[in-house]
């Protein structure tokens, strides 16, 4: 007598991995795409925690308006001289020049990618400005009329959001030209320490509180890190990659 056959044959399952290999996870996300989100990612919530105190009229606006009066009692004639030269180099005329030049230098040099993320940049940072500033309202600190023909808005600070963004990814554009470490060290500090600068003008000043200045660089930062991001993606695989990875999903 023969056996009966098994209708259902024992079929070896497929050799799929129950997890992704350690070296798969360093390919598909790599260290500085992790570090850019966790960048974004920190910078929209401190802007969210800033807009929220303004609004709100929360503690931290009578820390703006202490500082406000402190830097009022302490400017000098000299200070006030200095920082309304300095402050020009976050001004929308001069970060348009900027901007200018640089589309023009990345056109001729044939640099697609990087042209796309330096108006992404600082295109971007100028909608976000504008809108932030519709959304909040936020009127101008009392001595702001000393040095701002009009009306406008307070938070966030368009100089900061500007400077960030603009000196920010003039940093990122020298560093993928000079591919040197020590140069590279240098171009940071030098943009951090002007951005940081012409935000500290505009307190001195007092056309702006201390808020509007951090919620200011909040903002471009998280801007900066997205445009940054894109670019290096841009960059690292290029335009037709995406378009072939569209083209040939089902």
Sequence with gaps: MKPERDPFPHVPPPNVPTSIPPAGVRSMLPRWFVAAVVVAGVMLIVFGVLAEQVVEHGPLTSVDYSLMM?????????????????TWLGAPVVIGALAVVVVLILGVTRKPAL????????AGGGVLDETAKLLVRR?????????????????????????????????????????????????????????LAIGFSRLYLGVHYFSDVVGGYAIGGFWLSVSVTGTEIAQRFGVGFFVRRSSSEP
């Excluded at 963004?165 to 060290?185: E, P």
């Design 70 to 86: 402190a830097f009022h009692r302490s400017a000098a004639p000299g200070g006030t001289e200095f920082f309304a030269a300095l």
């Design 115 to 122: 042209l796309a993320g330096w108006v992404t940049a600082v």
């Design 139 to 195: 009127p101008r600190p009392p001595f702001a009329a000393l040095y701002i023909d009009g009306a406008s808005y307070s938070f966030p600070s368009g100089h900061a959001v500007n400077s960030m963004l603009a000196y920010g990814m003039l940093a990122y554009l020298l560093i993928r030209w000079i591919h040197r470490r020590g140069v590279s060290t240098l171009i940071v500090a030098a943009a951090a320490l002007l951005i």
